[in-house]
């Protein structure tokens, strides 16, 4: 069973509708359901046109949606509110749509607005007023693509909503722009395709370069494992100087070598050419990342888990050593969980904080989950959040 048919995200359906109506005193013309997710691995290799493996997760943001009639007050107007934190009445956010305009419009908020904005950039798209209600369950700030997960349930609806056609590939892209030039952040396009264009017990193959994907059969059950998640709570942005930092660092790269992205460059050896060392060193993680993709998708189809959990906690060292972009949370993290028997271990997204994950057998959850608990508890950090993941469905109507 996907997340998609369970008893809770049903149960929270359900109290969605009835949170709308109270609110706008209408009924939502639909709900849309899209997930978080988790990288297995291929990190910070989207932008350089590269591989990555992610997968939606059974945590996602649930979007209630009417559009407005022209006859109605204020038909141009956005409403926008969330459950979020909310015990009363969620507040409303009201944007009018023509005065959408980039970096006008921050917190969570910023992120529907950011794709109505995109949308009507589009020739032939004209969108207006409508009334939205978001329920999420994908922690803030855990390097789970809350955002994202925000941003395409937006956007499947609307795409439902107006018939706009739109397929999965274009969607992605336009949630890309929405974040890069409305909401500011330069981030890549893994996040909204892993969100987008997941299926059930499957990983994504994507080729950011081509877009190109295919799906990955996760030999998890088979196996008798699973994959934990740590959020350490420490939390991140990726409008934050570091992310942004690295992404120079690899254009710089690409350039000393003059070569249109990193992912041309087939082996460290071709970086010696890089003068800079800094920028030597960010792209080595690149390049070795790129393989340890192809390496993890031929091992998953080999059904080595070994072999899996060896390729991400290389990643990992990988992320700490070379693009620094670990913590000492997430590193304390990783290594309690092999200590305590994981089959490989890393953290997993933009890092500066979030989440790691660690792919373990079922029955060493408990004592992994203990080990990591101690492991904070004795180096003086906040007590983490920690709970295992299933790859679920990618978005669509609920
Ligand atoms: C964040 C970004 F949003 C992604 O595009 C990707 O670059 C990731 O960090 C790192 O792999 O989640």
């Known amino acids: 069973m996907n997340n998609s048919d369970s008893p809770e995200t049903a149960q929270r359906i359900a109290n969605l509708r009835q949170k709308f109506f109270k609110l706008y005193g209408h009924h939502p013309e639909?709900?849309?359901r899209a997930p978080g997710r988790v990288n297995?691995?291929?990190e910070h290799t989207d932008y350089n046109m590269g591989y990555v493996l992610p997968f939606a997760i059974d945590k996602n943001a649930l979007v209630a949606i009417r559009r407005k009639s022209q006859l109605e007050p204020e038909p141009n107007i956005l409403s926008f509110a969330s459950t979020y934190g909310q015990n009363t009445s969620p507040e409303v956010t009201s944007v009018p749509v023509d005065g959408l305009a980039p970096t006008s419009i921050s917190g969570w908020a910023a992120y529907p607005a950011a794709v109505v904005w995109a949308l009507n950039q589009l020739e032939d798209v004209e969108l207006a007023g409508f009334e939205l209600l978001v329920d999420s369950d994908v922690p803030v700030g855990?390097?789970?693509?809350s955002s994202h997960a925000l941003e395409v349930g937006t956007i499947v609806a609307l795409n439902d909503l107006y018939e706009l056609g739109l397929s999965l590939t274009q969607m992605a892209?336009?949630?890309q722009r929405a974040e890069n030039e409305f909401v500011?952040?330069?981030t890549g396009i893994m996040d909204q395709s892993a969100s987008l264009m997941s299926h059930a017990d499957h990983a994504l193959f994507l080729d950011c370069r081509s877009m190109d994907s295919r799906a990955v059969p996760l030999p998890l059950a088979q196996n008798d494992a699973v994959v934990l998640v740590i959020d350490t709570r420490?939390?991140?942005s990726h409008v934050d100087g570091g992310y942004a930092a690295r992404r120079r660092s690899c254009e710089e790269a690409a350039a000393a070598l003059q070569v249109s992205s990193l992912r041309e460059v087939g082996s460290v050896l071709e970086l010696e050419d890089v003068e800079d060392p800094l920028a030597r060193r960010r792209a080595k993680h690149i390049v070795t990342e790129n393989q340890r993709v192809l390496e993890t998708v031929a091992a998953l189809e080999a059904g080595d888990l070994e072999a899996v959990g060896k390729l991400l906690y290389q990643s990992h060292v990988s992320m700490r050593d070379d693009y620094e972009i670990s913590c000492e949370e997430l590193d304390a993290a990783v290594e309690a969980s092999l200590k305590a028997g994981a089959i490989g271990a890393r953290m997993t997204g933009g890092g500066f904080g979030g989440s790691s994950?660690?792919?373990i057998k079922r029955d060493h959850i408990a004592s992994v989950s203990q080990a990591v608990n101690d492991a904070f508890a004795k180096a003086g950090f906040e007590t983490p959040?920690?709970?295992t993941v299933i790859a679920d469905e990618g978005a669509g109507r609920a």
């Open 30 to 32: 639909g709900i849309w």
């Open 184 to 186: 500011g952040a330069p």
């Open 40 to 42: 297995l691995i291929g």
């Open 385 to 387: 959040n920690i709970f």
């Open 142 to 145: 855990s390097g789970l693509s």
């Open 234 to 236: 420490v939390e991140h």
């Open 173 to 175: 892209q336009l949630t």
């Open 357 to 359: 994950i660690a792919l």
